[in-house]
């Protein structure tokens, strides 16, 4: 009986000793957490393939630019990409039609006509 008595209260310590560390490392995570999120900066935004380049100021100005549309063209969507300006065309026989400009001098570097199958 004493053997069974010193057994038990040696697991009973054990017990406690082990909820008290638990306990402890519960706390410490928790002030961990709390300390990083106070001190934490803003996020970075990340910057992908799809994010716009930030546009590029041109040595000198050249001025106005006219680039004529075909007729009953209809500008569909614009977009700056790599230092160049992309100007998405619907023309009016359902094809689409893709320019390339680019920002430095505003020349037209390309054009891209996409036709739609019969």
Known sequence: ARRLDRTLR???TLVIVLGILIVAGLGLVGYVLVKRGLNSAPPQPVASAAAP?????????????????PAGAK??????????????????NGAERVLALDL?????IGTIDLKPQP
């Open 10 to 12: 040696a697991l009973k």
């Open 53 to 69: 380049a930030a546009p590029i100021a041109a040595e000198t100005p050249y001025g106005p630019i006219a680039i004529e549309l």
């Open 75 to 92: 500008i569909a969507s614009t977009h700056v990409t790599g230092g160049r300006l992309v100007v998405e065309l619907a023309m009016p």
């Open 104 to 108: 430095a001098d505003g020349r037209l």
